[in-house]
């Protein structure tokens, strides 16, 4: 079964400038998740789909990141304009149904704001 | 509030010895925890799960309990391996939204 593929693995940009990061779920899982995690801190939850519906969106800072999931699939995440403090690695993660106990995560990808 | 609370926040052990990572929660109601595996760059793996009535888990050379009285749990390694070097993250679901909270982690260095 193929993982979680997230794209590109490494990003480096200037403050102020735009960023989008690419994931593509498991097959034939309804659920999926967006999270940033800190250097030395646990995930955090940015957003949550089901299926192309949002479910949870209250932690994703709408001025300057947003999130599609076209036709239920595959989903971006994009930043504009990018802080200093948007450093960190942008995970990816899917489940059948809901519930992140189930949850595949993808490699991530690591966003460098300079 | 939901928090997760996860110590010591690094540990550093020798090749072959044994070592107790420790979570606790306030999660309520609870539904169940997991153990992630999060080796330096890549996503966190699931290492165990489980649900109020269980007390004990094993994969392999890891063992998790569950105190769901104390909202404590523990993940054990056995005879550890340089390859255990990672961080190992503590997540709690709750039973009402499904809502899942996350500890920072604990960072194993396992030096030979």
């Known amino acids: 079964e193929a993982g979680v593929a997230q794209s590109p693995r490494y990003k480096i940009i200037e403050k102020r400038q735009s960023v989008a990061f690419w994931c593509n779920p498991i097959?034939?899982?309804?659920?999926l998740y967006w999270y940033q995690q800190i250097l030395g801190q646990g995930p955090k939850l940015l957003i949550q789909f089901q299926n192309n519906g949002v479910v949870d969106d209250s932690q994703l800072p709408k001025d300057r990141f947003s999130a599609e999931r076209l036709k239920g699939v595959d989903s971006t995440l994009k930043i504009q304009p990018a802080k200093l403090e948007d450093s960190a690695v942008y995970l990816c993660?899917?489940?059948?149904?809901?519930?992140?106990?189930?949850?595949?995560f993808g490699q991530g990808t690591r966003l460098t704001v300079v | 509030k939901n928090q997760v609370e996860q110590s010591p926040q690094s540990l550093i052990i020798l090749e072959g010895k044994n070592c107790t990572l420790q979570c606790n929660y306030t999660v309520s109601p609870f539904s169940n925890l997991r153990w992630y595996k999060q080796d330096t760059g890549r996503g966190p793996v699931s290492l165990t799960i489980?649900?109020?009535?269980?007390n004990t888990k094993s994969n392999g050379r890891y063992t998790a309990t569950l105190d769901a009285d104390t909202k404590q749990s523990s993940l054990h390694i056995t005879a550890s391996q340089l390859s255990d070097s990672a961080s190992y993250i503590c997540?709690?679901?709750?039973?009402?939204?499904?809502?899942?909270?996350f500890g920072d982690g604990t960072t194993l260095t396992v030096k030979p």
């Open positions: 489980m649900t109020f009535s269980e």
């Open positions: 097959s034939g899982h309804a659920t």
């Open positions: 997540v709690v679901s709750a039973a009402n939204a499904g809502k899942s909270t």
């Open positions: 993660a899917s489940s059948p149904r809901g519930g992140v106990s189930e949850a595949f």
